[in-house]
């Protein structure tokens, strides 16, 4: 099982240029999660997704769009890059219940 | 809103010394999880507490979740260099268990062989 691919693994974009995270989870999972980390900060919630259909704002969801395209796949948008989303982004997914969340290898991103 | 905070935020330790890293939630949780990230890597899913007072044991780690469900610990004992990394609490946010994980900022864990 390949678990959670998030895809590019690394990405430089300019000032104000778009781009679209890509997330696709193979464990038939209900929920998944778009976190960024950056130093000292930890793991903050930029939109989740409970269910086929439905995305929630997190801690961080200015500058960020969502779409939960079907059970598998949940894309993150940067629709004018800045600076401050230069960061490390990670996609999780979670199935029912209490259980334990499952992330992607990360996606490098640097906005100059 | 639900906060939950872990310190201290850096540990370096000696090989062979221990380590505890504490969690503190606002409010009382269902649940609390433990995750730990090695350097460039992801976060890895290590135990689930869902019991006031419980205690689980992994080898050399062992977790605690409070009696009041809104504080738990993360013990290593006698370190080794194949435990450096940040060590992340979780507890559930909005939504119950199809809701958000809100996690600590982790505690980053440095081991002098």
């Known amino acids: 099982n390949a678990g959670v691919t998030q895809t590019p693994k690394f990405q430089v974009l300019k000032t104000g240029q778009s781009m679209t995270l890509q997330c696709a989870q193979d464990?038939?999972?209900?929920?998944m999660y778009w976190y960024r980390q950056d130093p000292g900060m930890g793991l903050r919630l930029i939109y989740y997704?409970?269910?086929?259909?439905?995305?929630d704002k997190g801690e961080v969801p200015n500058g960020y769009n969502v779409s939960r395209l079907n059970k598998r796949e949940f894309s993150l948008r940067l629709e004018s890059a800045a600076p401050s989303q230069t960061s490390v982004y990670f996609c999780?997914?979670?199935?029912?219940?209490?259980?334990?969340?499952?992330f992607g290898q990360g996606t490098r991103l640097t906005v100059v | 809103g639900q906060q939950v905070m872990q310190i201290p935020q850096y540990q370096h330790v000696q090989e062979g010394e221990d380590f505890t890293t504490y969690c503190n939630s606002s409010?009382?949780?269902?649940?609390i999880q433990w995750y730990k990230q090695r350097p460039g890597g992801h976060p890895v899913f290590l135990i689930q507490?869902?019991?006031?007072?419980e205690v689980k044991k992994q080898k050399r780690l062992t977790f605690q979740f409070g009696e009041a469900k809104k504080n738990s610990s993360l013990h290593i004992t006698a370190t080794q260099t194949t435990d450096v990394g940040t060590y992340f609490c979780?507890?559930?946010?909005?939504?119950?268990?199809?809701?958000?994980?809100?996690f600590g900022k982790g505690t980053k864990l440095s081991v002098k062989p």
């Open positions: 997704s409970a269910s086929e259909g439905t995305t």
């Open positions: 409010t009382t949780l269902s649940n």
């Open positions: 979780a507890g559930p946010g909005a939504g119950g268990s199809q809701g958000n994980l809100i």
């Open positions: 464990m038939n999972h209900n929920s």
């Open positions: 999780a997914s979670r199935g029912q219940g209490n259980t334990e969340a499952f």
């Open positions: 507490l869902v019991k006031s007072g």
